[in-house]
T-cell receptor
Framework: SQKIEQNSEALNIQEGKTATLTCNYTNYSPAYLQWYRQDPGRGPVFLLLIRENEKEKRKERLKVTFDTTLKQSLFHITASQPADSATYLCAFRMDSSYKLIFGSGTRLLVRP | NAGVTQTPKFRILKIGQSMTLQCAQDMNHNYMYWYRQDPGMGLKLIYYSVGAGITDKGEVPNGYNVSRSTTEDFPLRLELAAPSQTSVYFC???????????FGPGTRLTVL
């Protein structure tokens, strides 16, 4: 079955550093990957989408890469701020499916 | 736009009771989804709909039912609540042009 894995351990970094989160998938080739941010007690909020034919996508301080050979997506937040502290979820969609498959998320803590 | 709204925010049920979780969106999206999220876990798809009158099962549909009589509303029905249905439930709708899912604030359900 399709599987998507994110590091379950929290990532704890100093303000101003770059945070890098990892999303690995197995058993399928997704049409695209998405990254969402989730704050405690709230629903996920969409951040970025990267398609299978794209290597990299940027939005302000955010950057996502997609390596179909390694079956991995990396999510980077540069010049991190305490306000970036949240759980980040990755999700992928198969080309012929209406559904997203979500990872369990990685919690990011940015220390002032 | 209110986006995606969900009611109630919190609910405690006794084993065997039934209830309906309400979800509405005002973005005229055809695609709507119901997920559950258990502590420390990712989102699991319960049911989804690609338009009024069309619904289909997701990953974990047992114990739930849905209907979609209008584009705006997508209620989730729990029959004979069980402790295993204790979770946070999120409704989402999708903008088909951008493949972005918009989530509601969630309903926290406890079954005792």
């Amino acid at each position: 079955s399709q599987k998507i894995e994110q590091n379950s351990e929290a990532l704890n970094i100093q303000e101003g550093k770059t945070a890098t989160l990892t999303c690995n998938y197995t058993n399928y080739s997704p049409a695209y990957l998405q990254w969402y941010r989730q704050d405690p007690g709230r629903g996920p909020v969409f951040l970025l989408l990267i398609r299978e034919n794209e290597k990299e996508k940027r939005k302000e301080r955010l950057k996502v890469t997609f390596d179909t050979t390694l079956k991995q997506s990396l999510f980077h937040i540069t010049a991190s701020q305490p306000a970036d502290s949240a759980t980040y979820l990755c999700a992928f969609r198969m080309d012929s499916s209406y559904k997203l498959i979500f990872g369990s998320g990685t919690r990011l803590l940015v220390r002032p | 736009n209110a986006g995606v709204t969900q009611t109630p925010k919190f609910r405690i049920l006794k084993i065997g009771q039934s209830m309906t979780l309400q979800c509405a969106q005002d973005m005229n999206h055809n695609y709507m989804y119901w997920y559950r999220q258990d502590p420390g876990m990712g989102l699991k798809l319960i049911y989804y709909s690609v338009g009024a009158g069309i619904t289909d099962k997701g990953e974990v549909p047992n114990g739930y039912n849905v209907s979609r009589s209008t584009t705006e509303d997508f209620p989730l029905r729990l029959e004979l609540a069980a402790p295993s249905q204790t979770s946070v439930y999120f409704c989402a709708s999708k903008d088909r042009t951008t493949d972005t899912q918009y989530f509601g604030p969630g309903t926290r359900l406890t079954v005792l």
